[in-house]
């Protein structure tokens, strides 16, 4: 008997699962704030979960990729994953959403640093 062979099907699955992951990651972190406020302890494992999905799948398709020889396709998935990870983990969702509904013109950036948002400075006045 032959062994079973991957076809380049599977990869556009795990792909599919990754990018999904990280949309879903992406919308659970922009709700994080008002969901802490409402419901306190389903936030944290909502977003662990998100991550997890996010970076597990991605991890598969890197993998599929690899197992498949498609090497420059591995390396562009791990850069996609490294820095959608790296933009989501530091965005200052608190600035982004606070200055689009309170009408905020200042040049506030979404990409602040957290410690930034601990110490309670704003760009916007009276904020």
Do not use: E, N
Request: with cysteine.
């Amino acid at each position: 008997m032959r062994p079973a062979t991957k076809k380049p099907r599977q990869a556009r699955w795990t792909v599919t699962m990754a990018s999904a992951g990280w949309l879903v990651l992406t919308v659970v972190s922009c709700l994080w704030l008002p969901l802490f406020q409402a419901i306190w302890w389903f936030s944290m494992p909502a977003i662990a979960a998100a991550w997890a999905w996010a970076v597990l799948w991605s991890f598969a398709a890197v993998m599929t990729y690899l197992s498949l020889k498609r090497y420059v396709r591995s390396f562009v998935t791990l850069t996609i994953a490294v820095l959608l990870g790296v933009v989501i983990f530091r965005i200052d969702w608190q600035t982004s959403t606070s200055t689009a509904s309170s009408g905020c013109t200042g040049t506030s950036s979404p990409l602040l640093s957290r410690s930034t948002r601990a110490a309670g400075h704003s760009r916007c006045r009276g904020g």
